[in-house]
C-alpha cells in the first residue's frame, strides 16, 4: 500500500517527481494551485469543443471518446489520467497539443513519457491497446477579438489580443505516429512502480515531521 499524497499519480505527477521534487512537494503535499496562461487555457477550451462538437473538426483524428477517463491501479499504484480521445473499439489513442512555434518532432514525441504511460494504462484496463498512437499537433497564433457597442449614435469599437488557430491547421494539422513497443509498456510499469516507492517513502517522512 503506497501512501501518496493524492492517493494516485498520473503522468504530469510522475514526470514533476523526477524533474524536481521540490516543486512535486509545493504542489502535492502543500496543495499550492498550479497557474494558468493563456496558451494552457486556449488547449483545455479546445478539448472541450471537439469533446461537443466533433463534427467541427473532420480532418483532426480522433476516437468515439473525448476525455477518456483512465483511472486504474497497476502494480498496486494508483493512476488517473484523461486520454484527450480514445477508440474503444481498436484500442487507439489520440493526444492533442495546441502550440505556438510549435517545437514538436519526431525525437521530442519519442522522448515524450505521456503516450508510453497511457499505451501502458490501456493495456492494463483492456490486455492490449493500439501500438500506433497518435499526437495531433496544431499550432496557434495571436489574434485580434473584436466586439461593438452603440451608445446613442456612435458605436464603440473593442478588441483584445486572443489566442486562435493558423489559417490552414485544423484542416492540416501535423500528425505524429509514435509507435509504442510492449517492453517500453513493462518499462513504464518500473518507472511508475519506482516512483510510486520513492514518493510514498518521501511522503511519509514529510508527514511524520509534522508530527514531531
Known sequence: MYNLPKNYLSSSACDLWERNPQDYR???????????TPYTQFGKDFADDIERHPEKYPNIPKGSIGEFPVKWVIEGVPVLGYLDSFEP??????????????????????KWKQLP?????????????????????????????????QFGTKVIRECEKVLV???????????????????EVDKMKERLVNIAEAVSKDYTSYQQSLVE
Open 165 to 183: 488557430f493558423k489559417e490552414g491547421t485544423v484542416d492540416k494539422p501535423i500528425i505524429f505516429n509514435r509507435e509504442i513497443e510492449p517492453w
Open 117 to 149: 504511460f497511457y499505451a501502458m494504462c490501456i493495456r492494463e484496463m483492456f490486455g492490449d491497446y493500439d501500438h500506433n498512437v497518435k499526437l495531433v499537433v496544431m499550432e496557434t497564433e495571436w489574434g485580434e477579438s473584436c466586439k461593438e457597442t
Open 26 to 36: 509545493e504542489k502535492y503535499y502543500l496543495n499550492q494551485k498550479g497557474f494558468s
Open 89 to 110: 473499439s481498436t484500442k487507439s489513442i489520440f493526444e492533442y497539443k495546441t502550440s505556438v512555434n510549435s517545437s514538436w518532432n519526431e525525437v521530442k514525441v519519442r
